[in-house]
């Protein structure tokens, strides 16, 4: 699958394994370990006001994505409380315009052209989240938004890019929960996790 930091933003809600969502940014040190995993140097330190503005702009890019599958239902973990779309595209765009970028190009001798981007932003918080931002703007602004889906598996909340023409879910083991949710439901019996995921 297509590696996109803004897929790994939103998969920070996820289900916990026992019914529940679990979201990953909840604390400053659960910010710190996905940060670290987005920026091995080690660079971006975090602390609770970085954290709060990675969730609010999750926040925005869930209810865009809930926006962008439709008429398909969105994820289940906060589709009872979606940010309004002119409030998520207004914090979306701001945050993608706090670091002031250009391009560079550079042309070694005898080698091809290459472009860089360089920024004149100080701070590596205020990077990382205008990052995050600027994939979000370049996914839902493209082609690869089409593929985008909410994964239909009783108590999965991930949306997902699809790989093949009829994928339903996100991975196999919400395939395989779907499968046995559907014979359950046939035999007349309630099925594993056919309610929605409790919200934290």
């Known amino acids: ?43 971006v330190s975090a602390d609770e006001e970085l954290r709060l503005r990675l969730v609010e702009l999750r ?22 409380r979606l940010m309004p779309l002119d409030r998520a595209l207004a914090h979306l765009n701001a945050e993608a315009a706090r670091e002031p970028v250009a391009p560079r190009l550079e042309w070694p001798d005898g080698r091809a052209p290459s472009v860089r981007t360089l920024s004149a932003e100080p701070d590596p918080g205020v990077r990382l989240v205008a990052a995050l931002a600027r994939d ?13 889906r909410a994964c239909t598996a009783p108590r ?28 359950y439901r046939r035999r007349g019996g309630d099925g594993d996790g056919e309610t929605a995921p409790k919200t934290p």
């Open 136 to 148: 979000a703007i370049d996914f839902l602004g493209g082609p690869a938004r089409e593929g985008l």
């Open 59 to 80: 926040r925005s890019v869930r209810a865009l994505f809930a926006e962008a599958v439709r008429p398909a239902p969105p994820s289940p973990a906060d589709a009872h």
């Open 156 to 183: 999965c909340v991930r949306y997902f890019l699809k790989s093949h023409g009829r994928q339903e879910w996100c991975k196999p083991a919400c395939g395989n929960r779907a499968r046995v949710a559907r014979h």
């Open 1 to 43: 699958m297509e590696h996109r930091p803004v897929l790994e933003l939103v998969s920070t809600i996820r289900h916990d394994g026992d019914g529940g969502v679990a979201d990953d940014l909840d604390t400053v040190e659960g910010a710190a370990r996905w940060i670290g995993r987005q920026d091995p140097s080690g660079e």
